[in-house]
């Protein structure tokens, strides 16, 4: 298995997510039920977290979730790709898009990461 740490770099809790996000705890969790976001447990103890990649900028500066991750995370899903593999698979350099499919979906390239995502299966 790949290094996630090494990969994703920055982590959040689901505390600082909602936080960040500024709603309900709750309303994290019911964000990663979702699969608006996907995140593991790690860490000591081990807490769930999620990429902190995943919040930026609305237009209005607020901060959100990218917003075209969900449809990304059902695409891999429906591979059968573990919440592991899914974080692995976003944050791993993509010879086809020319960098980290996280990247081309903040970059707005949801078209061509999904065409990558559906050629795994």
Do not use: C
């Not at 790949?2 to 689901?14: H, N, P, Q, S």
Request: avoid cysteine.
């Amino acid at each position: 298995m790949t290094d996630l740490d090494a990969l994703v770099g920055e982590w959040m809790t689901l505390p600082d997510l909602a936080e960040i996000l500024d709603i309900e705890v709750g309303k994290a969790r019911g964000m990663v039920r979702d699969r608006q976001v996907v995140g593991i447990k790690r860490g000591e103890p081990k807490t769930f977290q999620v990429p902190a990649k995943f919040v930026l900028p609305d237009v209005e500066g607020r901060p959100g979730v990218i917003p075209t991750l969900r449809g990304t995370v059902m695409v891999l899903s429906d591979a059968q790709f573990t919440e592991e593999e899914i974080l692995e698979w976003l944050f791993t350099p993509n010879d086809e898009l020319g960098e980290q499919p996280v990247d081309s979906l903040i970059n707005g390239k949801r078209a061509a990461v999904r065409r990558v995502a559906q050629s795994l299966f």
